[in-house]
Each structure stands twice: as C-alpha cells, then as structure tokens.
C-alpha cells in the first residue's frame, strides 16, 4: 500500500472516529431532552422525550374537567401530534450538521467530483439508487428467462 493512500486512510478513519464520537454525544444529549407543548387554554401539556416516548401529561387548573370526552381525547391527540412534530425538528436539527459524511468520504476517496460523476452515472445506467439496487437479487436474476 502506498504512503500517500496510507495518509488518505489514516485521516479518513481519524475522521470517521471523530464522527462517531460526535453521534454518540448527539445521541446522548438528545436522550436527556425534551419537548413541552400546551393547549391553547393551557389546560394541558404534554411532555414527550425525542424518541417520541410520552414522559408526562399534566392537566391544570379545573377547565380540563368541563371538556366534553371527545373535545378532551381531540385535544390530547393534537397535542401529542404537535409534540410528536416537534420531537422530530429537534433531531432533525441536531443530526443535520452530521449528514453527508459518508459523501464526503467517498469523494475524498475517489479523488475528486470527476470520478464521483462517472460513478453516478454508472449507477444510473445501472438502474441503481443510492449504489443500491432497485429491488433484492435473487439466483434467479442471473438465469435466462427464455429458457423456461
């Protein structure tokens, strides 16, 4: 193995070990986060952790208790749906500086935007997505269909 590949290696496993780290911190501190919504009356919030797990419903005051039972089940549901929303942009934006690496890593190792045209070329002439294959492979794929 050349020198100069061993540096490229080295940097990007250096990298790669930095980005891990990264993730593991992301997903320790949103772990411990939370997302507080209330009615529009603040009769009820809802707490719910950024795995979308409900942590508390709390109901204040008395105005709750003159909710008709479907008006206090609606009100729950959309309070739990626009917790739920905002659970999903809190990860959204703390994993979102991450994204693209494994992208980065491939243009780094391809040398270069030319290389990395051709291979999406490649991949699109070849029907691929994403370097995946449209659908799974199977001993029958390879077989002649004429055949019977």
Do not use: C, W
């Given at each position: 193995?050349?020198?100069?590949?061993?540096?490229?290696?080295?940097?990007?496993?250096?990298?790669?070990?930095?980005?891990?780290?990264?993730?593991?911190?992301?997903?320790?501190?949103?772990?411990?986060?939370?997302?507080?919504?209330?009615?529009?009356?603040r009769?009820?919030?809802?707490?719910?952790?950024?795995?979308?797990?409900?942590?508390?419903?709390?109901?204040?005051?008395?105005?709750?208790?003159?909710?008709?039972?479907?008006?206090?089940?609606?009100t729950?549901?959309?309070?739990?749906?626009?917790?739920?929303?905002?659970?999903?942009?809190?990860?959204?934006?703390a994993?979102?500086?991450?994204?693209?690496?494994?992208?980065?890593?491939?243009?780094?190792?391809?040398?270069?935007?030319?290389?990395?045209?051709?291979?999406?070329?490649?991949?699109?002439?070849m029907?691929?997505?994403?370097?995946?294959?449209?659908?799974?492979?199977?001993?029958?794929?390879?077989?002649?269909?004429?055949?019977?």
């Open positions: 193995m050349s020198s100069g590949y061993q540096e490229q290696l080295n940097d990007i496993m250096g990298r790669l070990a930095d980005h891990r780290s990264k993730l593991q911190e992301t997903q320790e501190r949103l772990a411990q986060q939370t997302v507080k919504v209330t009615s529009k009356d009769s009820i919030t809802v707490i719910m952790g950024t795995q979308s797990d409900v942590r508390e419903i709390k109901f204040q005051g008395e105005a709750y208790r003159s909710m008709a039972p479907a008006e206090l089940g609606r729950l549901v959309q309070l739990l749906e626009k917790a739920r929303l905002e659970v999903h942009e809190t990860v959204t934006r994993v979102s500086p991450m994204m693209g690496f494994s992208e980065e890593v491939r243009e780094s190792m391809l040398g270069g935007t030319d290389q990395l045209r051709m291979m999406r070329e490649v991949r699109q002439k029907g691929l997505k994403d370097g995946m294959p449209d659908g799974p492979r199977t001993y029958r794929d390879d077989e002649d269909e004429t055949d019977g």
